[in-house]
């Protein structure tokens, strides 16, 4: 069956496209959640201009992320923790924490799920590397310091 996608799907197309699907997943899980509509003559009509705004939109974010990217770059976060014996610390720096300080540096959101960071235990320098949007990834420097 073919329908008209209304709002992208992963995997399968953007806005303004026409994509050959089954009909189960059509009418079970594409319609119900609009995310398509039978791609009629009038409806090709409507959403002629979506998939121009789309590609505009697509572009606009990909900017965003390159200008964040620009920032991040040689960025040095420093967290500083109470410690106890051999240098381990009371409370691990995380991957919420570093999305917390660039949200506060920065003024950006960045989901935690694209931040690598396994949970620091213990005083030093770390990498985490960040994937700020699809294909641009930056690696930014974690420094642990004890609190005084």
Do not use: C
Request: no cysteine; aromatic share 8%; proline share 5%.
């Amino acid at each position: 069956m073919k329908v008209l996608l209304v709002k992208e799907v992963p995997g399968l197309g953007t806005p303004g496209e026409v994509v050959e699907v089954r009909d189960g997943y059509a009418r079970n899980y594409l319609f119900p959640r609009k995310l398509a509509v039978w791609p009629a003559p009038h409806e090709l009509a409507r959403y002629a201009n979506l998939k121009a705004r789309y590609a505009a939109e697509v572009s606009d974010r990909r900017a965003k992320a390159q200008a964040l990217a620009q920032k991040l770059v040689n960025a040095e976060f420093v967290f500083t923790r109470r410690v106890h014996d051999k240098n381990e610390l009371y409370a691990a720096v995380r991957a919420h924490d570093l999305a917390q300080a660039i949200s506060e540096k920065y003024g950006e959101e960045i989901p935690v799920d694209r931040i690598k960071l396994e949970p620091i235990h213990q005083l030093g320098t770390y990498s985490a590397e960040i994937q700020v949007y699809e294909d641009i990834k930056v690696t930014v420097q974690v420094r642990v310091e004890p609190a005084a």
